[in-house]
């Protein structure tokens, strides 16, 4: 249990129904996670799914109606906020503006009666972490939104917390200034060693911070796991259809060998890894990522799926191109196909109406549950 900096158990919410008399609102449903010491690890999923009141819970904003949640192995479902060793960052910020940046900053530290020496000390070692040196006079209208930012995670660090909240902390940044601040917030972590739980509805971002992510949906954690897990393995249609660009064909599982199997649909017969959950004679669904797909004039000799089709449209788009391609009446696949080669080159965009093969590895396709 040492080695889990944060730890769910069965941990279940509800609210009040907002009509008199109406049902209990299950916002959070028997979440169980383990959050690994030192760990970037990131809540994901659409607005209302139950990640947010999972952090305010961890926090302490939230009491729990069942379960119990533990930091490093303490039991802290019914402690309150200020005596928990975690802080949170919120998307706006909230800075006192009639306060300069360093006493926001030692905000904190004055409530806990720290020394005022230690507080200074402490200050300047908390700007310079989030690389703002020196601005402990400036107040918060003469700094921009992404310093400003960086003061709201100096004046949550400063308190030396065991773990850090962040409840969409970029939301309110432009896309440009999100970017870099990604980054940074990676780098920092890495810096301070200590776990980031990170809330955000952004798959990119997610897959861009995370050492691992759990995807939320209704309440219930539907896949943890690391980004290359999420996006190569989804174990379900919501986690595939969530994260990235997936191409869904629906059919029947025929049958299962080891961890392949054969999946039907329109006549296609196609060999596909298969989610442990999907039985043969099960009606499914086989996903597969349009960067997956290859398009070639002739046909492969390097795996079992490979079917003849007809290019129906043909986008440019610089970095690379995406394809539409029928490949029975019911059955059409999106490809994307990235421009490596020189300009000038032979290529398949031509107009729609061309043939061509189209292909893909067993491994780079999932069977799972319709």
């Known amino acids: 249990m040492g080695d889990f900096a944060v730890e769910m158990r069965d941990v279940v919410k509800e609210f009040p129904g907002a009509a008199r ?54 039991p802290v479902g019914r402690t309150p906020p200020f005596q928990r060793p975690v802080n949170t960052v919120f998307q706006n910020y909230a800075l006192f503006p009639h306060m300069s940046i360093g006493a926001n900053v030692a905000f904190g530290l004055q409530m806990k009666r720290v020394s005022k020496t230690d507080i200074e000390q402490r200050v300047k070692e908390a700007l310079d972490m989030v690389r703002l040196p020196g601005y402990e006079k400036r107040r918060p209208r003469q700094m921009s939104g992404g310093q400003q930012q960086r003061v709201a995670l100096a004046r949550a660090l400063v308190n030396r917390p065991e773990v850090l909240l962040l409840d969409e902390p970029l939301g309110a940044l432009d896309l440009k200034l999100r970017k870099e601040m990604q980054l940074e917030l990676k780098t920092l972590q890495r810096e301070v060693g200590i776990t980031f739980i990170y809330v955000t509805h952004d798959q990119e971002e997610a897959l861009t911070m995370s050492d691992r992510i759990a995807v939320m949906d209704h309440g219930r954690v539907l896949q943890a796991g690391t980004s290359l897990d999420i996006y190569e393995a989804p174990n379900c249609r919501f986690v595939a259809d969530f994260i990235g660009e997936t191409n869904f064909i629906s059919g029947t599982l025929v049958s299962v060998n080891g961890q392949e ?8 017969k196609i060999i596909a890894m298969v989610e442990a959950n999907v039985k043969p004679g099960m009606p499914a669904t086989l996903a597969v990522r349009p960067e997956r797909v290859r398009l070639t004039p002739t046909a492969p000799g390097d795996t079992p799926n490979a079917f003849v089709g007809e290019i129906v449209e043909s986008i440019y788009i610089g970095t690379d191109t995406r394809f539409a391609v029928h490949l029975t009446p019911t059955v059409s696949v999106r490809v994307r196909r990235q421009n490596v080669e020189p300009i000038g080159m032979p290529a398949l965009e031509g107009p729609t109406g061309v043939k061509v093969w189209v292909s893909w590895h067993p491994e780079s396709a999932r069977v799972l549950a319709s």
């Open 21 to 74: 008399g109406s049902d209990q609102v299950l916002a959070v449903d028997h979440v169980t996670l383990q959050i690994r010491d030192g760990e970037f690890f990131s809540l994901l999923g659409p607005s209302g799914c139950g990640k947010t009141t999972s952090l305010r819970m961890i926090a302490g904003f939230e009491l729990p109606t069942g379960g119990e949640i533990y930091l490093h192995g303490k």
């Open 261 to 268: 199997g054969e999946f039907q649909a329109d006549g296609l």
